[in-house]
């Protein structure tokens, strides 16, 4: 195991009703705030008119801004950071899901900042101040809600790239599972491969005698594979709402991590893919995640073996270890299959005709390369872009 320091000051609020806790803690840090949110589920569901009361009764005043849209875009953090600036905003709180988070985070870095803001997600920037964020989490899937990443698209190349300091994690993240029941079954998959893609991303690693947490991932995962089906057919499950919401907190706040070193190659490239087409982040994963496997899984072929008896119940192939961690990697692309999930761009409608742009992009022409577990250079990529098809 290897040395690290594990600091997730995110306070997290668990249960029903909970968000009408959401002024008071609010009014802690700021008593005027920016209220950002996405394309109006929130209004949809009735969650804006509990949120709006609970600040007001708080005595809290609040500037909207709504309109985040998914894969969250560049333009409308900069309308936010002007926004914030000109009516004094110091606190920003988010309701809904990684994209408004994200783009929350996005603005709470701008603010004090005397460049532009893509300077962070570009690498030309290091963070150094950041106006608080709350939030109110509406699904299970970023991990945003106590993370300190923020993913945001520039519409200038379609460019997604992120940016990480733990300035950014949430102050508080107010999770009520009651608010995933309007989920569409298709975006309570995407979030759910977003989920286990946190926990593989970590999971395979070079690092030895991770014993803890190789168990604490396969814990996650399998709680996952228990409970997506029961909320898919049954989306107002309390039970099997609340395990996936807080294993979706749990895959990416960086407990899962502690003492080893993720790969995070699938994320790279699946960013690629959302940040030209515009599909969910968790269908791009389930389209990358298994091609990557089957393109590194020789790497460490007891690894994989013990991944898929672990938490796939494979039986161990004492004779074959190859033909375990092969049929791991089928029952991975089964279960994705089975909960509604494209497993092959072909699924998602996407053509061959730019991968060779995104292998470029993602390894800036070559210049660099991707991922920890396996080491991968621009023709990597682009093979694994291929086994995807
Ligand atoms: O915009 P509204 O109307 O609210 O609709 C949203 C949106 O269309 C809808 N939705 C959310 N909650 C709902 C709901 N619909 C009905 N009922 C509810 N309760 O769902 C759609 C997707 O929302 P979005 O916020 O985009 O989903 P998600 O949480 O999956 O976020 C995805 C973004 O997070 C980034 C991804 O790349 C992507 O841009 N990520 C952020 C990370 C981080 N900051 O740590 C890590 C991740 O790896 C990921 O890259
Ligand atoms: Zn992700």
Redesign the pocket.
Known sequence: MNNFVFQNATKIIFGKATENQVGAETAKYSKKVLLH??????KK?GLYDRVIKSLRDAGVEYIELSG?????RLSLVREGIELCRKNNIEFILAV???????SA?AISIGIHYDGDVWDFYAGKAKVEKAIPVGVVL??P????ES?G???I?NEDGWY?R?VTSVLMRPKFAILNPE??F???PY?TA??TA?IM??IMERYFTNVKNVDLTDRLCEATLKTMIKNVPIALKEPENYDARAEIMWAGTIA?NDLLDTGRIGDWAS?DIE?EI?GIYDI???AGLAIVFPAWMKYVYKHDIDRFAQFAVRVWNVDMDFASPERTALEGIERLKGFFRQIGLPVSLRDANIGDDRLEEMADKRTDFGKETIGNFVELNREDVLNILKLAR
């Open positions: 949110y996405g394309g109006g589920s929130i569901s985040v849209q998914p894969n969250p809904g899901g990684g994209s408004v988070i994200d985070k509406t699904i899937a970023a991990g945003s993370s990443s923020s993913v698209t997604k992120g608010l995933t309007t989920l569409p975006q995407c979030g977003d893609a946190h990416h994320h960013h959302s969910a982040h968790g």
